[in-house]
């Protein structure tokens, strides 16, 4: 008897902290608007922001479902803003285009007074065909390259949310 009464306490607490975890897990896959003093996105849901990345990224989300490539399992699709220092931006349009399997549009156009670009394109990456759509956007003497790609067998389902997370991006 001595032992129920802590024992029981004890399991409650578990199942409160388990209860928390799982709640907090699922919200970070929740939309929400990440904002840094360089930019801000409208992270869609099903995505989760990579926090403490060391991949020299300015930004870098995954989406919640993985897809395959052959017996490997690879996240579905990925959001990524990169700054290329010292790049111009048709310098990097031809690296982007000599890279990739395909190239389905490409679009310049003046943006806020800076040069900008639209790069769609199928590339092919560990044997795996990804569709990418690019938005390219000049701020003094960087470029920002923001990326979305999609593994091509999940590009009808995600690729509007992917869409809708570079119109949002905000260079700032």
Same mark, same amino acid.
């Given at each position: !008897?001595?032992?129920?009464?802590?024992?029981?306490?004890?399991?409650?607490? !578990?199942?409160?902290?388990?209860? %928390?975890?799982?709640? /907090? &897990?699922?919200? &970070? *896959?929740?939309?929400?608007?990440?904002? $840094? @003093?360089?930019?801000?996105?409208? =992270?869609?849901?099903? *995505?989760?922001?990579?926090?403490?990345?060391?991949?020299?990224?300015?930004?870098? +989300?995954?989406?919640?479902?993985?897809?395959?490539?052959? /017996?490997?399992?690879?996240?579905?699709?990925?959001?990524?803003?990169?700054?290329? +220092?010292?790049? =111009?931006?048709?310098?990097?349009?031809?690296?982007?285009?000599?890279? &990739?399997?395909?190239?389905? +549009?490409?679009? $310049?156009?003046?943006?806020?007074?800076? %040069?900008?670009?639209?790069?769609?394109?199928?590339?092919?990456? @560990?044997?795996?065909? *990804?569709?990418?759509?690019? %938005?390219?956007?000049?701020?003094?003497?960087?470029?920002?390259?923001?990326?979305?790609?999609?593994?091509?067998?999940? =590009?009808?389902?995600?690729?509007?949310?992917?869409?809708?997370?570079?119109? +949002?991006? %905000?260079? =700032?």
């Amino acid at each position: !008897m001595e032992l129920l009464i802590p024992g029981l306490i004890l399991v409650a607490l !578990m199942v409160w902290a388990s209860t %928390r975890i799982k709640r /907090n &897990a699922a919200a &970070a *896959f929740d939309a929400e608007t990440v904002e $840094t @003093d360089e930019f801000s996105i409208v =992270k869609p849901e099903g *995505f989760l922001h990579v926090l403490n990345d060391d991949s020299g990224l300015a930004f870098r +989300s995954y989406s919640k479902e993985f897809g395959k490539i052959g /017996n490997k399992d690879v996240r579905q699709a990925t959001i990524e803003i990169e700054r290329h +220092s010292g790049e =111009k931006l048709d310098r990097l349009k031809q690296k982007i285009e000599g890279a &990739a399997e395909s190239i389905s +549009s490409v679009e $310049t156009y003046i943006h806020a007074g800076e %040069r900008a670009a639209l790069i769609g394109s199928t590339e092919v990456v @560990d044997g795996g065909e *990804f569709f990418v759509q690019r %938005r390219l956007v000049t701020r003094g003497s960087y470029v920002w390259e923001c990326r979305g790609s999609v593994l091509s067998e999940h =590009k009808e389902e995600l690729s509007d949310k992917l869409e809708k997370a570079l119109d +949002s991006v %905000r260079i =700032k």
